[in-house]
């Protein structure tokens, strides 16, 4: 096998890797560039094994969108709208815990909740939203509202960052998702959301989280106009940061979905850019403990391979994934754990059902 890995360009990444040494911006662009996905693919999977085993994670979730209605409108997204659209919608806090409600018979241990920026509902709904999930279900850990967000709640409440996120925490608040970091670039900010936070703004409200006690998670969202030298800036970013404060638990590429956005000329990433940004992403964050293949946006069939090149986790049963399936996803709404168990063992792997910060429920053996 050496050898073939020497074959193909990647012997000095083998050395390292076997060494256990960080890759270089060179070695990145070296694996982003290489044709043969299976030496790289082969690179990831002896980290992922070494990291995590034959492991593979997933949970019982809940999505839920409070509202698309949103100021930023982002040239890649089609689930945001303006708040006089025919197609805006807003929960209130009813809402959303009857949404809770109508799945209590299922053991959901976590909510996955973001929404749009929007332009008037105030920090008290927010903190009630956190507070209404936990009075119909006390035990769910909430994963809400991305760093986008956040900023925005910390400028309602009028209130320093930290601040903001200790009154979320009172109201209910266990992590937050990865959503929103995009592209850091500013170049690819300008072009494709110009309005919403900077990639550095990004990354220091994740690390005042991190301070904070609360675990994130982060993603890229890869397939557009980003060069790859961008895609590693991205991930150069986060792997430093992950340096400073150690707390994001894992890290999701997010392949881009054209369909009704003001982007829709582009064509719908390949199998092998899916399968390579897991594969680079495992072997250049090397202090990020879990890659997350997110079957709802690569579909369950690549997510499965992607256990073979550095995915560990399968995310989960997710119930009514809205953001994605606006932009085109063909995949269904929700995945049995009778099926991420069959596609896990059917990989060669250990289903492992996990809670939010990767503790073991159940080994699904
Ligand atoms: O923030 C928006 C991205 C994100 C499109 O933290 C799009 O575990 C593809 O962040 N095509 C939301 N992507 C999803 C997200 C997420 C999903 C699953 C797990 C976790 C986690 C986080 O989706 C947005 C944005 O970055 N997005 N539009 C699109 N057309």
């Not at 890659?291 to 995310?315: C, E, N, R, T």
Request: glycine letters at 8%; one cysteine or more; hydrophobic letters at 40%.
């Amino acid at each position: 096998m050496n050898n073939y890995i020497v074959q193909a360009g990647l012997g000095n990444i083998l050395e390292k890797v076997v060494a256990g040494e960080r890759l270089s911006f060179a070695d990145g662009l070296k694996l982003y560039q290489c044709k043969d996905i299976l030496a790289v693919g082969y690179l990831a999977n002896m980290v992922r094994t070494r990291l995590n085993g034959d492991n593979t994670y997933f949970i019982f979730n809940q999505h839920i969108n409070y509202s698309n209605i949103c100021l930023n409108l982002c040239k890649f997204c089609a689930f945001g709208r303006e708040k006089d659209s025919e197609l805006a919608f807003e929960m209130s806090v009813a809402d959303v815990k009857q949404k809770v409600r109508d799945r209590l018979a299922e053991p959901i241990s976590e909510i996955h909740m973001v929404g749009g920026i929007h332009p008037d509902l105030p920090f008290e709904y927010y903190l009630e939203l956190l507070r209404g999930i936990k009075e119909v279900r006390p035990e769910v850990h909430i994963q809400a509202f991305t760093c986008v967000e956040i900023a925005h709640l910390a400028e309602l409440a009028g209130k320093p960052v930290d601040e903001t996120l200790k009154f979320l925490q009172e109201a209910g608040l266990g992590s937050l998702p990865g959503g929103g970091a995009e592209v850091f670039s500013p170049r690819i900010r300008k072009l494709t959301c110009e309005k919403k936070i900077s990639g550095n703004a990004w990354l220091e409200i994740a690390k005042a989280a991190h301070r904070q006690g609360l675990n994130t998670n982060a993603t890229m969202l890869y397939g557009h106009i980003e060069t790859l030298e961008e895609r590693l800036e991205h991930l150069t970013a986060l792997r430093e940061a992950q340096d400073e404060t150690n707390g994001f638990l894992a890290f999701i590429p997010l392949a881009f979905h054209p369909k009704n956005t003001a982007m829709s000329e582009l064509a719908r990433t390949t199998g092998l850019d899916d399968l390579k940004n897991i594969a680079v992403a495992r072997l250049f964050l090397d202090n990020f403990p879990h890659i997350k293949a997110y079957w709802v946006m690569i579909g369950p069939q690549m997510a499965q391979i992607a256990l073979s090149f550095g995915a560990d986790d399968m995310d989960g049963t997710v119930k009514e994934e809205v953001i994605t399936h606006m932009a085109g996803a063909e995949t269904e709404q929700a995945l049995g754990s009778g099926t991420l168990v069959r596609l896990i063992k059917d990989a060669g792997r250990i289903p492992v059902q996990r809670d939010t910060l990767y503790n073991i429920v159940e080994v699904h053996n």
